[in-house]
């Protein structure tokens, strides 16, 4: 599966962007998607996922200001982010993965990346 993510940018603090990933195939027959974050010289982390039935899984720390979605007609995910803090700046990236006892286990199917940058 090859994916395809945007909708970066910079944004000020408690502004919101909302992010999209594209599939190449229909994102029903991929267990589960995710999207992942790293922030500037630390490691990549899940932000959140949502499997083909509709679950979805959060980072703790981000529940409630992030939302993930998905359309199916348009093979599409997307990554709904409000209150920004400067923190939540990183290059975000999507991943076809799988769900597994309530986590998601990210597979090697990645889209390239999109910048989002918060300024204080």
């Known amino acids: 599966v090859q994916l395809q993510a945007s909708g970066g940018g910079l944004v000020q603090a408690g502004g919101s962007l909302r992010l999209a990933c594209a599939a190449s195939e229909s994102i029903l027959s991929i267990n589960a998607m995710g999207w992942l974050r790293q922030p500037p010289g630390k490691q990549r982390e899940l932000v959140a996922a949502?499997?083909?039935?509709?679950?979805?899984i959060y980072a703790d720390s981000l529940k409630g200001r992030f939302t993930i979605s998905r359309d199916t007609a348009k093979n599409t995910i997307y990554l709904q982010m409000n209150s920004l803090k400067p923190d939540d700046t990183a290059v975000y990236y999507c991943n076809a993965g799988h769900e597994f006892g309530g986590a998601y286990y990210k597979d090697d199917h990645w889209g390239q990346g999109t910048l989002v940058t918060v300024s204080s």
């Open positions: 949502i499997t083909n039935s509709g679950k979805t």
